[in-house]
């Protein structure tokens, strides 16, 4: 089926794969498993684990310094790993590095662009360095300009292009050779908003028949494009799960009025809840907690923590159920000490 993508006027004709069914395990495109990886003595990675299946869209979240650089680096060839197994389209990346770069698609946070050169000069080049010639190299061009949104740029010199448009550039030479895996490392880089949704429609469509890695720290947008999510912290990989599964969970929010030390720190402990959120409040002393239940119905859970504010003499402003969003997530994987900004 080919699927239209509003603005853009491309289309994604997914390549044929041969007649027979792939298995469970041959639908995993990319596979991690204890991969470690130092800088001197500092751990930058410790036995992180993970797959990724063809037609996902994964988002990969971390703070900085948590290990996401490093990963998209060994990934992409451009790093090797300590110790443990990964591999790309069934290619390991301590062996095969010619045969994943001809396999994967990859926009870096800052794109390696040259000012230079003139559009279409610059992703005939990057095509010919996939293999591309010819016939096919000038359609592939005619085609990603088309997805992008860049045709009437293409005689433009890189140079002279905003900085939402160099990204777009940056992202049309990721998916000149329409590689099976498509890493994203901040797509959303200097664009303004209706070109972010622009992209987000444009990376959703091509993950459906392909594999796409996302990493952004708009939280928003990974929420918006994601179909399952990956947390890092401190070269850990601390939760592994559908975005549906982690956006779908039973919480209770209040605003209570206190000391914010005391309130942070009893809710911190509270045997019937884990803290996933908080927030100073603006006004005055207090915080806004969100709390996810444990081993308690989210009518018991309000319940302690109301008679908690009154046995310590604390105001409850508000008390309800919760709206998880992916910022309480982060924060609630990420989050050491003290109150979440």
């Known amino acids: ?120 000069e610059y992703l005939k080049f990057m095509g010919e360095v996939r293999g591309l010639s010819g016939a096919r190299l000038s359609d592939a061009i005619d085609r990603v300009a088309r997805q992008c949104g860049i045709v009437k740029y293409l005689p433009r010199s890189i140079g002279h292009l905003s900085k939402g448009f160099r990204q777009r550039v940056g992202l049309a030479q990721a998916l000149i050779h329409e590689p099976e895996v498509l890493i994203l490392d901040e797509p959303y880089t200097g664009l303004d908003p209706l070109q972010i949704i622009e992209i987000r429609n444009l990376i959703k469509d091509y993950g459906r028949e392909h594999t796409v890695l996302l990493s952004s720290h708009i939280l928003s947008e990974v929420e918006a494009t994601c179909n399952r999510v990956l947390i890092i912290h401190e070269g850990r990989i601390v939760t592994d799960e559908s975005a549906a599964l982690l956006l779908h969970q039973d919480s209770v929010f209040a605003r209570v009025i206190g000391p ?57 402003l508000y008390l309800g159920p919760g709206t998880v969003t992916f910022e309480d997530l982060f924060l609630q994987f990420t989050r050491k000490n003290g109150v979440g900004a």
């Open 260 to 316: 914010d030390p005391e309130i942070l720190a009893h809710f911190e402990h509270f045997d019937k809840a884990k803290l996933i959120g908080s927030h100073r409040l603006g006004t005055a002393d207090g915080v806004e907690v969100h709390l996810k239940p444990e081993g308690c119905t989210l009518d018991e859970l309000a319940t302690a923590v109301s008679a908690a504010c009154n046995a310590h003499d604390w105001s409850l």
């Open 1 to 120: 089926m080919i699927r239209r993508l509003p603005r853009f006027g491309g289309s994604f004709r997914p390549r044929s794969r041969g007649g027979r069914r792939r298995s469970a395990k041959e639908s995993i495109v990319i596979h991690v498993e204890n991969l470690t990886k130092h800088y001197g003595s500092f751990r930058a990675l410790d036995s992180v684990h993970f797959h990724m299946d063809r037609g996902e869209v994964v988002g990969f979240l971390g703070p900085n310094g948590a290990g996401k650089t490093t990963t998209i680096k060994i990934l992409t060839c451009n790093l090797f790993p300590e110790s443990g197994t990964v591999k790309v389209a069934g290619f390991d990346v301590t062996t095969d590095e010619i045969e994943i770069q001809r396999r994967i698609g990859y926009l870096a946070e800052s794109a390696p662009l040259y000012r230079d050169m003139r559009v279409r």
